[in-house]
């Protein structure tokens, strides 16, 4: 089955702070990957999305690159903020390889001080 | 709406009462999934539904969750006989067509569930 795995966090950087948060997968067919990030008390928003290898999905700052040879869409940012707090998910969708249902990684948390 | 509504927002019930929790996905939505997140714990997926249809429901954990959809809209989520295990945050999420290829998913804020 598919399947996402996430570096578990939290994650705690200094503000301006590099960031990577490592995302794997393992899918059946060939998958459109995405990243989406829950601010505290709110719901999943998408933060961006590639859909074929080698694209690379940017927003707010935010890239991945999806990488078909090492099955990774590694979340980076060059300078965090402190409103980068936020738990980030990774998911895949792979409806080639018949699975309809968006497959969601544990989620890391990341803690950015001022 | 503008976006997805779930109601209500936080729940306290007793352990063995019946809860239900209502989604309202954006209009014009076709699709509505319903997810469970537990503490430290990925999205777990519950059901689905295509119109007023759900075609799947194997992810419910037990024959005490069910889900109804009517009139292509609002969705409710019962949870019969609530246990400990239940507690969690309780989310959905509609999109344009099924699937919602694309990343065309948006969630709601979720019902935060606590079976005390």
């Known amino acids: 089955g598919n399947s996402v795995t996430q570096m578990e966090g939290p994650v705690t950087l200094s503000e301006e702070a590099f960031l990577t948060i490592n995302c794997t997968y393992t899918a059946t067919g060939y998958p459109s990957l995405f990243w989406y990030v829950q601010y505290p008390g709110e719901g999943l928003q998408l933060l961006l999305k590639a859909t074929k290898a080698d694209d690379k999905g940017s927003n707010k700052g935010f890239e991945a690159t999806y990488r078909k040879e090492t099955t990774s869409f590694h979340l980076e940012k060059g300078s965090v903020q402190v409103s980068d707090s936020a738990v980030y998910f990774c998911?895949?969708?792979?409806?080639?390889?018949?699975?309809?249902?968006?497959?969601f990684g544990r989620g890391t948390s990341l803690i950015v001080h001022p | 709406g503008a976006g997805v509504s779930q109601s209500p927002s936080n729940k306290v019930t007793e352990k063995g009462k019946d809860v239900e929790l209502r989604c309202d996905p954006i209009?014009?939505?076709?699709?509505l999934y319903w997810y469970r997140q537990s503490l430290g714990q990925g999205l777990e997926f519950l059901i689905y539904f295509q119109g007023n249809s759900a075609p799947d429901k194997s992810g419910l954990p037990s024959d005490r969750f069910s889900a109804e959809r009517t009139g292509g809209s609002v969705s409710t989520l019962t949870i019969q006989r609530t246990q400990q295990e239940d507690s969690a945050v309780y989310l959905c999420?509609?999109?344009?067509?099924?699937?919602?290829?694309?990343?065309?998913?948006?969630f709601g804020s979720g019902t935060r569930l606590t079976v005390v």
């Open positions: 209009s014009g939505h076709t699709a």
């Open positions: 999420a509609s999109s344009f067509n099924f699937p919602g290829q694309g990343g065309g998913y948006t």
């Open positions: 998911a895949l969708s792979d409806v080639s390889g018949g699975s309809y249902i968006p497959t």
